[in-house]
C-alpha cells in the first residue's frame, strides 16, 4: 500500500461507521475471506470498490458479499521504520 503511504507495522484507525459512505477510505470483508483497504461507493445495486494502486483491478460486489468494518479516520505511523522519513 505504499501509494497510500501505509507501510508494515502501520496502525490504521477506523471509525465504525457504514452508513452513507461515498468515495471514503474503508475496511471491508469479503465473503467472509479477505480483508481489504480500499475507497468505496455505495448504491442499492451494490458497493464498488476502488484501490488507490491503478494496477489494481475495481470490484464490484453485492451487498451479502462485502462487509464494511468502518471508515478510516487515520493512520498512526510505525515510529522507528525508515521509509516515513
Known amino acids: 500500500m505504499r501509494d497510500c503511504?501505509?507501510?508494515?507495522?502501520?496502525?490504521?484507525i477506523i471509525h465504525r461507521h457504514q452508513?452513507?459512505?461515498h468515495?471514503?477510505?474503508a475496511v471491508a470483508t469479503i465473503n467472509q475471506r479477505?480483508?481489504?483497504l480500499k475507497q468505496l461507493s455505495i448504491s442499492r445495486l451494490g458497493i464498488h470498490l476502488w484501490?488507490?494502486?491503478a494496477a489494481m483491478p475495481d470490484l464490484f460486489l453485492h451487498n451479502c458479499d462485502?462487509?464494511?468494518?468502518?471508515?478510516v479516520m487515520g493512520v498512526a505511523q510505525h515510529a522507528t521504520d525508515p521509509r516515513h522519513h
Open 5 to 12: 503511504n501505509l507501510f508494515d507495522g502501520d496502525v490504521i
Open 19 to 21: 452508513h452513507d459512505a
Open 23 to 25: 468515495q471514503e477510505t
Open 34 to 36: 479477505e480483508v481489504t
Open 51 to 53: 484501490p488507490e494502486d
Open 66 to 71: 462485502i462487509q464494511v468494518l468502518g471508515m
